[in-house]
């Protein structure tokens, strides 16, 4: 057996709702974003908040909850898409921040949403293969820093992050099996020297590549899994999805033949936004919180690109004697302090200046 033995989850403090960048754009109606597109509130991070402090805060949670000694941790990737460097790796800085062995295999893992899933599925093939015994998957993005101001992705863009220890003893949930499915698809993009993320400007409809992207590869990666394990929907307790909007789940986990009550308890996106490589886990995370023995959770990630990770867990004994001090829902309702749209460009560096924000 090898699985998830310990997990952390972090949000930044700050929020902001969508009618207060609404108030400024007024490029949809508010009744779609909060009815049909189902989201809320966003994150905003402060100006010293990144991919890293958000991996490290999120990771040191996951190594207390697991209770292992930092120096055993012998894997350890961050997969997110807004990687603070172009060609240093962010991993090392991680470890360091952490204070883990530096004897270990590790480094980024860019496929935008998916990333942190492909992080658990890398460290999860080094435990079962005898190459590394404790390892340490980290998912974080700050998507709100890489959209542009007046983008209708800015109502959603967020910031967030998930870690969890895998390992082989004392493990919480088990990872049954893993499926993926990839393909090449200009959906959303970044390119080189660009600062925010591009897409193909249809202002949030539903359009064609919703379809061959998002649907098709979660559709097609769910599949495959629950075949080759020989399971149906109905056998699973709980389904979490990419979530890039709140609709999103609810959609895509239909047409996998999943219910509402299955989906519900992991959709986190009305509260707290898209967080990108972290969407998915955070949903997990949040179901982690609430399950008991026995029940099995489906995750599919979506990483624009395009590809989707499925996993199927099944939750041990171990879980019930071993909540975390700090529950996802904490984070989602109390640990916040609401701010306006102009606040909000100004920590996230979207005006133009030549100093920090926190000296200005």
């Known amino acids: 057996m090898a699985g998830i033995i310990g997990y952390g989850a972090f949000i930044p403090f700050n929020r902001i709702r969508v009618e207060e960048i609404h108030q400024t754009w007024r490029n949809t ?13 966003r994150a905003v991070l402060q100006p010293n908040e990144d991919t890293i402090t958000l991996a490290v805060a999120a990771a040191k949670g996951a190594i207390e909850h697991a209770g292992v000694d930092r120096s055993a941790v012998d894997a350890l990737f ?24 530096s004897h270990f295999m590790g480094g980024d893992i860019q496929f935008s949403g998916k990333s942190g899933t492909t992080a658990i599925q890398v460290c999860l093939g080094l435990i079962r293969s005898g190459m590394a015994k404790v390892g340490l998957a980290v998912a974080s993005d700050t998507i709100n820093r890489h959209t542009c101001p007046g983008r209708f992705y800015e109502y959603t863009a967020s910031a967030g992050a998930a870690a969890f220890v895998i390992g082989q003893e004392n493990v919480l949930a088990d990872i ?31 359009y064609p590549a919703w379809e061959i992207g998002f649907v098709d590869h979660v559709v097609q990666a769910g599949e495959a899994l629950m075949t080759s394990l020989s399971l149906r929907p109905k056998d699973y307790t709980y389904a979490v999805f990419q979530q890039p909007y709140g609709f999103a789940p609810y959609a895509v986990g239909q047409r996998l033949g999943f219910t509402k009550e299955q989906i519900e308890p992991g959709v986190i996106a009305p509260m707290i936004g898209d967080c990108g490589a972290a969407s998915s886990l955070l949903g997990l995370v949040h179901v982690l919180d609430r399950a008991k023995k026995g029940e099995r959770i489906f995750l599919a990630s979506y990483g624009f690109g395009a590809g989707s990770d499925a996993l199927s867990l099944e939750v041990t004994p171990a879980i019930e004697t071993k909540r975390p001090g700090v529950s996802l829902a904490a984070y989602l309702y109390e640990k916040k302090s609401l701010v306006d749209y102009a606040t909000a460009c100004r920590l996230e560096y979207k005006y133009m200046q030549d100093v920090s924000p926190l000296y200005v």
Do not use: M, W
Not at 30 to 37: C, E, F, G, S
Not at 83 to 96: A, G, H, K, L, Y
């Open 29 to 41: 109606s508010l009744d779609r974003l909060k009815q049909v597109l189902q989201v809320n509130e």
């Open 78 to 101: 961050l997969g997110t898409c807004t990687n603070p460097f172009d060609s240093r790796p962010s991993s090392t800085i991680v470890s360091e921040a952490l204070g883990t062995s």
């Open 176 to 206: 049954v099996g893993t499926h993926s499915y990839a393909t090449d698809l200009s959906d959303f993009f970044r390119t080189e020297g660009e600062r925010y993320i591009q897409n193909i400007g249809t202002g949030g409809e539903i």
